[in-house]
């Protein structure tokens, strides 16, 4: 890539480096997904992960970087998936999706390179970042729905868009952000609010994820509100990432 033949992004994407944690069936107790964790960020030469994706979309080049990282992830995963029907969830900055560098249909070339289906990876939307859901983004998320690509909304009930971003991006799975998650046997508007996010989700087709859950307090009452998922330091198949 014209965009990455700067020796720097090339040094800081060959030192990056991913772990995986488990996303858990809540009911089976067995591994459903993973999420693909950045690491070794500091090495790379950022203080932040968030401030490496600044960078990139600061510079121009987001999506030639994300892509790059994006095969990075797929390349690894795909050496403990060995053919499983597991998926890989991985986290999508917003901003690719009006990035004026986003070109479509690279990302099935690395699936077919290192064995994947389209149903095994699944683009995390955060709402970490304000952006507009113009009409270009929004073709930008339909172009990956309409590709085969599974799509999650991330950090729900947290972020600036709302239900704007679950209106447009129709995703197959929610995660709720682990501010409700934590303490929620003890917070009485915590259990309401999850519990109309799951009834919601499970309205719209989509199945729902805890994220951060760290106690058996917090996964019994995920599993007695209705959540599909839990991902976190608790969970019944495994406790750590790889």
Known sequence: MIELAEKRWKSCIEKIEYAFQPIVNIHTGNAFAFEALLRNYREAGFESIDELFD??????????????????ALEKFAEYKQGRRIKLFYNLDNRLLCSSDYEPGQTIYALEKFGYCLEDLCFEISEKHDISLTSSSIK?????????????????????????????????????????????????????????????????????????VETVDELTSCRNIGCDMVQGFFCPEANSEY
């Open 55 to 72: 960078q990139a979309w600061q510079e121009d080049v987001l999506h030639h970087v994300d892509l790059e990282l994006r095969k990075k």
């Open 140 to 212: 930008t998320l339909s172009n990956y729905r309409s590709q085969g690509f599974k799509i999650a909304v991330d950090d729900c009930g947290t972020g600036f868009s709302g239900f704007q971003t679950l209106y447009y991006a129709e995703p197959d799975y929610i995660k709720i952000d682990r501010f409700f998650i934590q303490n929620m046997e003890n917070d009485p508007k915590k259990r309401l609010l999850v519990a109309t996010i799951v009834n919601m989700a499970h309205f719209m087709g989509s199945l729902v994820m805890a994220e951060g």
